[in-house]
Antibody, heavy 120, light 107 residues
Framework: QVQLVQSGGEVERPGASVKVSCKASGYTFTSYEFSWVRQAPGQGLEWMGWIGTYNGATKYAQKFQGRVTMTTDSSTSTVYMELRSLRSDDTAVYYC?????????????WGQGTLVTVSS | DIQMTQSPSSLSASVGDRVTITCRASQSIIGYLNWYQQKPGKAPKLLMYAVSILQSGVPSRFSGSGAGTDFTLTITSLQPEDFATYFCQQDYSVPITFGQGTRLEIQ
């Protein structure tokens, strides 16, 4: 069965960086893309960007350009999201989500979420 | 960016009721509209994609309709497990955007 397992929660100081991992299993890793979505406490869902697992191509939301890097490691079926220069308003649960190829398919599997807390 | 606006923001209903949630896009997204359900402390779950196609395992009491800028999610005969927050999402263009959510509560 498809599983996406994310790394554990992190507490970081403002200005630091965080790297969240998402390990996939139960399917052919390079047949699907990934998106990262975050959710601040009590708030809605915010798309951060997308990565293609076949070739590592990325698209980032303008808001995060220059601060985010998404990478993929097909040898371990893992995708990563690194966010730099953290601010208090980056405190959120970060989700990886499997993104079937093509448009209009929705994100069919999600990781369990990783809480990143930014606090001095 | 395409803005997605859901209404209502919250809704109280009873088991067995029929409810409708609306999602409006700031420009046409044709039919690139998905719906998610989220329960407290859990990741969102895909309910429906491409406006009206039910994700595998989702009960048929959920249905979707619409095109262009206006879309609806309807739940007939609400069940206790349906009380949750619902989000619409457009994947017509980047950045992908979500509605602000509709919280469905037990009356």
């Amino acid at each position: 069965q498809v599983q996406l397992v994310q790394s554990g929660g992190e507490v970081e100081r403002p200005g630091a960086s965080v790297k969240v991992s998402c390990k996939a299993s139960g399917y052919t890793f390079t047949s699907y893309e990934f998106s990262w979505v975050r959710q601040a406490p009590g708030q809605g869902l915010e798309w951060m960007g997308w990565i293609g697992t076949y070739n590592g191509a990325t698209k980032y939301a303008q808001k995060f350009q220059g601060r985010v890097t998404m990478t993929t490691d097909s040898s371990t079926s893992t995708v990563y999201m690194e966010l730099r220069s953290l601010r208090s308003d980056d405190t959120a649960v970060y989700y990886c989500a499997r993104d079937p190829p093509g448009k209009d398919n929705g994100y069919d599997y999600w990781g369990q979420g990783t809480l990143v807390t930014v606090s001095s | 960016d395409i803005q997605m606006t859901q209404s209502p923001s919250s809704l109280s209903a009873s088991v067995g009721d029929r409810v409708t949630i609306t999602c409006r896009a700031s420009q046409s997204i044709i039919g690139y509209l998905n719906w998610y359900q989220q329960k407290p402390g859990k990741a969102p779950k895909l309910l429906m994609y491409a406006v009206s196609i039910l994700q595998s395992g989702v009960p048929s009491r959920f249905s979707g309709s619409g095109a262009g800028t206006d879309f609806t999610l309807t739940i007939t005969s609400l069940q206790p497990e349906d009380f949750a927050t619902y989000f619409c999402q457009q994947d017509y263009s980047v950045p992908i955007t979500f509605g602000q959510g509709t919280r469905l509560e037990i009356q």
